[in-house]
């Protein structure tokens, strides 16, 4: 079961040659792919709308906000194989139709029900959105070309994270929360009427039968686990509920690689995960997204809760973050890096910087906005040369006939790597707030709980101390770990790069012409 690339008479793939509209063909996936993105965190901002208009409870909120996550993370791997087999274009184009339907629906929702039933229709669409969008840029982009197209795509990622709450926030200053759905529709068909017009469409080798089962199994095994990192900091990490969700996660994920070792054309080719390379970019992605999803996590706290910003100013104060990632992608700062100090270099000198923003807002933000804006920027400098890196070394590790696969796996690792960032620092914050608070608060969950025990002024003033202390804390936590990661993936890469992929006997470096962009490899 050789993960070789498929031969010419049975692939159709884009001709040799850069294609004549790539960049405005990326724009176009980039506007797609920032409103997948922007669904993520969109809709924290209309909570109080839902439960009064709607009459949600706080279970209703919870699932309307992790349908769409649950269901995306779910399917992007059997998202990425359709795309492959298929046709990447056929699916980008029935991704943004679903989107655009169920975003429509959830729009014009009047129960809770309805809009859960819409979030995950969303999330159907997303997960074919957020595959097909970078296969196709492995598609269109050569070798020279492709690592800035990837900081780019990538760069979209974070702007739409941080976008979001601000976003949401002024739609909500000016209109209802279904507007927060409503403008998804103009953007989806227009990047469909794009799309069927401009990308051209490729797809991997026929005749394989589908992997029903292996596609069972991954579902299953990524919304268990999934679940269970979304459950834990809520109904607590020994509840039922969370054991239960992780066993069958993972069970579910160990059948499907013992499944996907067994068969003769698996969904995912597992044998990936002998390619030095491969393990390396995936170790380095993971603790890049830990860094991102739990910084995240705590900086919107940080901001709102430590230093008494209201939601939107908390938004704008994020922003600078966003926007140095987006500025150094466009300007193409990192791809010219890049064959200078060579991928381990790349990803040890931004998990670096990703590390000491980290550690310069928790040390110099915790009285004033000034510390954290220039943790915010060292922070964006390193999201922005780390994260397109990895994508790139991860794709470059997966024949161009599995792209849509590949970017399968970078889609699954960023949710994984996000949600145990949540995960782990929040439990670091809860545990270091617990252990700090006076006597009079003890035993309290939350911040607001702690302070509704207080009686004094000086009880209230330690309770924001202890609540400070533990996001100091677990910025700290954080920033050692994405550090740690760095060095990690960069020592694999480098001995990768050294002994030769070929030495693990995968073909994530196949010799000859790449059919997909034309390339020599």
Same mark, same amino acid.
């Given at each position: 079961?050789?993960? @070789?690339?498929?031969?010419?008479?049975?692939?159709? =793939?884009?001709?040799?040659?850069?294609?004549?509209?790539?960049?405005?063909?990326?724009?176009?996936?980039?506007?797609?792919?920032?409103?997948?993105? =922007?669904? &993520?965190?969109?809709? &924290? @901002?209309?909570?109080?709308?839902?439960? +009064?208009?709607?009459?949600?409870?706080?279970?209703? @909120?919870?699932? !309307?906000?992790?349908?769409?996550?649950? @269901?995306?993370?779910?399917?992007?791997?059997?998202?990425?194989?359709?795309?492959?087999?298929?046709?990447?274009?056929?699916?980008?184009?029935?991704?943004?139709?679903?989107? #655009?339907?169920?975003?429509?629906?959830?729009? $014009?929702?009047?129960?809770?029900?309805?809009?859960?039933?819409?979030?995950?229709?969303?999330?159907?669409?997303?997960?074919? =959105?957020?595959?097909?969008?970078?296969?196709?840029? !492995?598609?269109?982009?050569?070798?020279?070309?492709?690592?800035k197209a990837i900081g780019i795509w990538s760069s979209v990622n974070s702007l739409?994270?941080?976008?979001?709450?601000?976003?949401? /926030?002024?739609?909500?200053?000016?209109?209802?929360?279904?507007?927060?759905?409503?403008? &998804?529709?103009?953007?989806?068909?227009?990047?469909?009427?794009?799309?069927?017009?401009?990308?051209? +469409? %490729?797809?991997?080798?026929?005749?394989?039968?589908?992997?029903?089962?292996?596609?069972?199994?991954?579902?299953?095994?990524?919304?268990?686990?999934?679940?269970?990192?979304?459950?834990?900091?809520?109904?607590?990490?020994?509840?039922?509920?969370?054991?239960?969700?992780?066993?069958?996660?993972?069970?579910?994920?160990?059948?499907?690689?013992?499944? +996907?070792?067994?068969?003769?054309?698996?969904?995912?080719?597992?044998?990936?995960?002998?390619?030095?390379?491969?393990? *390396?970019?995936?170790?380095?992605?993971?603790?890049?997204?830990?860094?991102? *999803?739990?910084?995240?996590?705590?900086?919107?706290?940080?901001?709102?809760?430590?230093?008494?910003?209201?939601?939107?100013?908390?938004?704008?104060?994020?922003?600078?973050?966003?926007?140095?990632?987006?500025?150094?992608?466009?300007?193409?700062?990192?791809?010219?890096?890049?064959?200078?100090?060579?991928?381990?270099?790349?990803?040890?000198?931004? !998990?670096?910087?990703?590390?000491?923003?980290?550690?310069?807002?928790?040390?110099?933000?915790?009285?004033?906005?000034?510390?954290?804006?220039?943790?915010?920027?060292?922070? #964006?400098? /390193?999201?922005?040369?780390? !994260?397109?890196?990895?994508?790139?070394?991860?794709? %470059?590790?997966?024949?161009?006939?599995?792209?849509?696969?590949?970017?399968?796996?970078?889609?699954?690792?960023?949710?994984?790597?996000?949600?145990?960032?949540?995960?782990?620092?929040?439990?670091?914050?809860?545990?270091?707030?617990?252990?700090?608070?006076?006597?009079?608060?003890?035993?309290?969950?939350?911040?607001?709980?702690?302070?509704?025990?207080?009686?004094?002024?000086?009880?209230?003033?330690?309770?924001?101390?202890?609540?400070?202390?533990?996001?100091?804390?677990?910025?700290?936590?954080?920033?050692?770990?994405?550090?740690?990661?760095? $060095?990690?993936?960069?020592?694999?890469?480098?001995?990768? +790069?050294?002994?030769?992929?070929?030495?693990?006997?995968?073909?994530?470096?196949?010799?000859?012409?790449?059919?997909?962009?034309?390339?020599?490899?």
């Amino acid at each position: 079961m050789s993960a @070789v690339a498929p031969d010419a008479a049975t692939t159709t =793939l884009q001709p040799p040659g850069r294609h004549a509209t790539r960049w405005l063909i990326l724009a176009v996936i980039c506007i797609a792919q920032l409103t997948v993105v =922007l669904d &993520n965190t969109v809709l &924290n @901002v209309a909570v109080p709308s839902l439960t +009064e208009e709607l009459g949600a409870t706080t279970a209703d @909120v919870q699932w !309307m906000i992790n349908a769409y996550s649950l @269901v995306q993370s779910g399917l992007l791997l059997i998202a990425g194989n359709s795309a492959d087999r298929y046709g990447r274009k056929k699916m980008l184009a029935i991704g943004l139709a679903l989107f #655009g339907i169920a975003s429509l629906v959830a729009a $014009l929702a009047h129960s809770p029900g309805q809009l859960i039933g819409a979030r995950a229709g969303m999330g159907i669409g997303g997960a074919l =959105l957020m595959t097909t969008t970078l296969a196709v840029v !492995m598609q269109i982009f050569d070798d020279a070309e492709r690592p800035k197209a990837i900081g780019i795509w990538s760069s979209v990622n974070s702007l739409g994270f941080a976008a979001g709450p601000l976003i949401g /926030g002024t739609l909500l200053d000016h209109f209802w929360w279904g507007s927060l759905f409503l403008v &998804n529709i103009p953007v989806a068909v227009i990047a469909l009427v794009a799309v069927l017009a401009l990308v051209p +469409e %490729s797809k991997s080798r026929g005749g394989e039968r589908p992997d029903v089962l292996g596609a069972l199994l991954s579902m299953v095994g990524m919304v268990g686990v999934v679940f269970a990192i979304i459950s834990g900091p809520v109904t607590g990490w020994l509840s039922g509920q969370v054991l239960i969700s992780a066993v069958v996660g993972i069970a579910g994920l160990a059948l499907f690689a013992f499944w +996907e070792l067994r068969i003769p054309h698996p969904m995912l080719d597992m044998h990936f995960f002998r390619n030095r390379r491969f393990i *390396g970019a995936v170790s380095g992605g993971i603790l890049v997204a830990f860094g991102m *999803g739990g910084s995240m996590f705590l900086l919107t706290q940080h901001i709102q809760l430590v230093l008494g910003y209201g939601p939107l100013d908390a938004g704008l104060r994020m922003a600078p973050l966003a926007l140095t990632v987006v500025l150094i992608n466009f300007t193409g700062l990192s791809a010219r890096l890049l064959p200078r100090f060579g991928t381990p270099g790349m990803i040890v000198s931004g !998990m670096t910087l990703l590390a000491g923003g980290l550690t310069a807002i928790s040390l110099l933000g915790g009285e004033s906005y000034g510390g954290m804006l220039f943790g915010l920027i060292v922070m #964006g400098v /390193g999201v922005a040369i780390a !994260m397109p890196t990895m994508a790139n070394a991860i794709m %470059s590790a997966i024949p161009p006939a599995k792209a849509g696969v590949g970017a399968g796996v970078n889609g699954t690792l960023m949710e994984f790597g996000q949600g145990l960032g949540v995960a782990v620092l929040g439990a670091v914050l809860n545990s270091r707030f617990a252990a700090l608070l006076p006597l009079a608060a003890a035993g309290a969950g939350s911040l607001s709980a702690a302070l509704a025990r207080t009686h004094t002024a000086a009880e209230r003033a330690a309770v924001h101390d202890a609540f400070a202390s533990g996001i100091g804390t677990s910025q700290l936590v954080g920033a050692t770990a994405v550090f740690l990661g760095g $060095l990690l993936a960069a020592v694999l890469l480098r001995r990768a +790069e050294r002994t030769g992929s070929a030495a693990d006997g995968t073909a994530a470096a196949p010799t000859g012409h790449d059919p997909a962009t034309g390339a020599a490899e």
